[in-house]
């Protein structure tokens, strides 16, 4: 399952013509790369070749670490062209970058290698005259791309809808369009960032950007709905995959998304249930929503939720927002919250639950006496007035202890 990082789509022959022209009158290393820094087209050498330049050629786009640098110049809110500064230990030349924009959109950036950081009049002009082909050529190519984009992103929101005969009439389109293939076995990711900083298109190229290496591989055939500050990858498999299979996926979508995005955009990411027919796409997408939330919510989840790890919780996040408050956490647990030592108390009766109220497993995970332990439960029944050889009043406070892992700090018993 696992996705080699995504080039872009290799730029047109009238791109690359436009591109060998002006590194032909300037006599400097030249290219054309996506608002990701991925590269497009590129010139030849002109014996201003560095470390970075001869890594994306070889590789097909520049490795993580040269492409923040760029980003971090904030070239993509750029109104007006100007350099960005090499940096030695990445390898990386002084550059003259133009940001490609046409009726308001950023297309790419136009890159021009100038070791010195200096440019004459007669070169800045050469290269705007350039930039304004390049653009215009872009735009018509942005525009048709664009409107493929769109038919899959419909197709795919169909096909999780709740509407059963708008799902199989999708089904049916999809295959006949070539963009499904035979295998039945399902699996939905979505992708959600916070409102950050970074602008609205440039969310939308960076969520483009981290997915769609997956969907086509030697395993999974799928589809990609872009949306506003979230997305959704509905793949289709042979057979079921393993959570390590998952782990790996989400791993390297998160490691794109950091990389193309400021920090603020704090990317999550949710994963629905496995399912053996295309029909259950639905199902499993509620349930990637569902895993997201978790991942949001609970920070041991490292951003990731996997609806089929979930447990319990799958269940408790079903909760409308607003009713995950204090209110949900049961009196006794609030009470030994509030009492002396509650904290130590707490983490013992969750350990102890969690063991299925097994003393000698108990008293190993905490690294203390059996004696001391049943010390700590009686206090906790004493405090609380519950039984704990009760199941349902181990039942009520495993729950309120599960509820309080989905509050948010100061929202109610800690975590």
């Not at 790419?108 to 290269?127: D, S």
């Not at 197709?155 to 005969?165: I, M, N, Q, S, Y």
């Amino acid at each position: 399952m696992t996705a080699r990082p995504q080039r872009a789509r290799p730029g047109s022959p009238e791109l690359q013509a436009l591109v060998d022209e002006l590194a032909e009158r300037l006599g400097r290393s030249v290219a054309v790369d996506d608002p990701l820094v991925r590269m497009v087209c590129t010139s030849r050498h002109f014996g201003d070749e560095d470390p970075v330049r001869i890594g994306t050629l070889l590789q097909g786009r520049a490795d993580n670490a040269a492409i923040r640098h760029v980003l971090a110049q904030g070239v993509t809110r750029w109104s007006r062209p100007g350099f960005i500064d090499g940096r030695d230990d990445l390898g990386l030349l002084p550059r003259y970058v133009v940001p490609l924009r046409e009726r308001g959109h950023l297309l790419g950036l136009l890159v021009v290698v100038v070791p010195e950081r200096a440019l004459g009049e007669p070169e800045t002009a050469a290269i705007a005259r350039a930039a304004d082909a390049v653009s215009a050529q872009m735009y018509g190519e942005h525009i048709a791309a664009d409107s493929r984009k769109t038919d899959e992103r419909e197709l795919a929101l169909e096909l999780v809808g709740t509407d059963l005969a708008a799902r199989t009439a999708a089904r049916r389109r999809g295959r006949e369009l070539g963009l499904l293939g035979a295998a039945e076995h399902v699996l939905v990711t979505v992708v959600q960032l916070s409102c950050g900083t970074e602008l609205v298109r440039q969310s939308e190229a960076a969520l483009w950007g981290a997915l769609e290496g997956f969907r086509q591989t030697r395993s999974a055939q799928g589809l990609i709905a872009i949306g506003k500050e979230r997305a959704m990858l509905l793949q289709l498999r042979d057979r079921p995959p393993g959570p390590d299979e998952v782990a790996a996926q989400s791993a390297r979508i998160l490691d794109e998304l950091r990389t193309f995005l400021d920090p603020s955009a704090d990317p999550v990411i949710g994963v629905g249930g496995r399912h053996p027919g295309l029909l259950d796409a639905s199902t499993s997408y509620e349930q990637a929503l569902v895993a997201a939330r978790a991942a949001r919510r609970l920070p041991a989840l490292k951003n990731v939720g996997d609806w089929d790890l979930l447990g319990e919780l799958a269940v408790l996040l079903q909760l409308p927002e607003h009713a995950l408050t204090m209110s949900l956490i049961p009196k006794p647990l609030r009470t030994l919250a509030e009492a002396h030592g509650g904290d130590r108390l707490r983490d013992t009766l969750r350990c102890f639950l969690d063991h299925a109220g097994s003393i000698p497993r108990t008293a190993d995970a905490l690294g203390i006496h059996r004696t001391s332990l049943y010390y700590r439960l009686r206090q906790i029944q004493q405090i609380t007035g519950l039984d704990l050889d009760d199941g349902a009043h181990r039942l009520t406070l495993h729950l309120g202890l599960r509820i309080g892992e989905l509050l948010a700090p100061g929202d109610g018993v800690a975590a």
